[in-house]
């Protein structure tokens, strides 16, 4: 792995070596956090593949490394680490990103709630009002009914990956159903059918899918906010 630093930004390569397995997704980590990803690269050359990314860094030390998977996404390598010092009068300043998630409408008759939309755009608007002032920028997405799907919501993650810069910070919040099973959060969607165990765990948004979401924001600095039953 390589890299050439201008200010906050490193243009980052590396070359993989399919030793047989083939090459899956590949992730370029920033201080731990995934900050870019990738699947399917180009054609390799003589079995050795090349990966290239910009990736925006914090202020202080960060250290930049890339992991790749076998074809199949089970088993990864991953690179030696690369250490940059960046300046403070090199970082911009950090803006601030809401996400906020309520649902009342559910299509499930009997789940219909009267506060979740209320509480998700309130408390989207007090954070914005309360972060002007301290932000250079301040962007807020409210997702509320219909729009609360797994789906939409993977889509709003993927989009917000691609704006936030690790010296940002990043506010996410949801209100709505939810059930704990075996000691795992599932959130209900807009769209779930049913509220039997058997139901939650397949159209519930659980636990693992949360991680996997939130691992894909590169802030440093992030606080999450569920207004569920069971959440705790």
């Given at each position: 792995i390589?890299?050439?630093?201008t ?6 390569e590396?070359d993989?070596d399919?030793?047989?397995?083939g090459?899956?997704?590949?992730e370029?980590r ?5 900050q870019?990803?990738a699947?399917?690269l180009p054609?390799?050359k003589d ?6 990314a910009d ?8 250290t930049v490394q890339?992991v790749a ?6 088993i990864?390598?991953?690179s ?9 009068s090199?970082?911009q300043p950090p803006?601030?990103f809401?996400m906020?998630?309520?649902?009342d ?6 789940l ?5 939309v209320?509480?998700?755009?309130t ?8 972060g002007g ?6 962007h807020t ?9 797994r789906d939409g919501?993977a889509?709003?993650f993927?989009?917000?990956a691609?704006?936030?810069r ?5 506010v996410f919040?949801s209100a709505?159903?939810?059930?704990t099973?075996d000691?795992?959060?599932?959130y209900?969607p807009?769209?779930?059918d049913?509220?039997t165990?058997?139901?939650v765990?397949?159209q519930?948004?659980?636990h693992?899918?949360w991680?996997e979401?939130?691992?894909?924001i590169?802030a ?5 906010l569920?207004?569920s039953?069971?959440?705790g």
């Amino acid at each position: 792995i390589r890299g050439d630093l201008t200010g906050d930004r490193v243009r980052a390569e590396a070359d993989i070596d399919d030793l047989g397995g083939g090459v899956g997704r590949i992730e370029w980590r920033v201080n731990g956090v995934v900050q870019k990803t990738a699947v399917g690269l180009p054609s390799a050359k003589d079995g050795v593949y090349t990966a290239d990314a910009d990736l925006y860094l914090a202020e202080g030390e960060n250290t930049v490394q890339l992991v790749a998977y076998n074809e199949m996404n089970t088993i990864q390598a991953r690179s030696n680490a690369m250490t940059f010092s960046v300046a403070a009068s090199d970082v911009q300043p950090p803006r601030l990103f809401i996400m906020s998630v309520g649902v009342d409408n559910y299509a499930l008759d009997r789940l219909k709630l009267e506060y979740a939309v209320r509480d998700a755009e309130t408390v989207a608007a007090t954070l914005a009002e309360a972060g002007g002032g301290l932000y250079t920028e301040v962007h807020t997405e409210i997702v509320l009914d219909e729009d609360v799907t797994r789906d939409g919501l993977a889509e709003r993650f993927r989009s917000l990956a691609q704006r936030i810069r690790p010296n940002d910070v990043f506010v996410f919040f949801s209100a709505g159903h939810g059930k704990t099973i075996d000691g795992r959060f599932f959130y209900a969607p807009y769209d779930i059918d049913n509220t039997t165990v058997a139901a939650v765990r397949e159209q519930g948004i659980g636990h693992s899918t949360w991680q996997e979401w939130f691992s894909t924001i590169p802030a440093q600095k992030s606080l999450l906010l569920f207004d569920s039953c069971e959440s705790g």
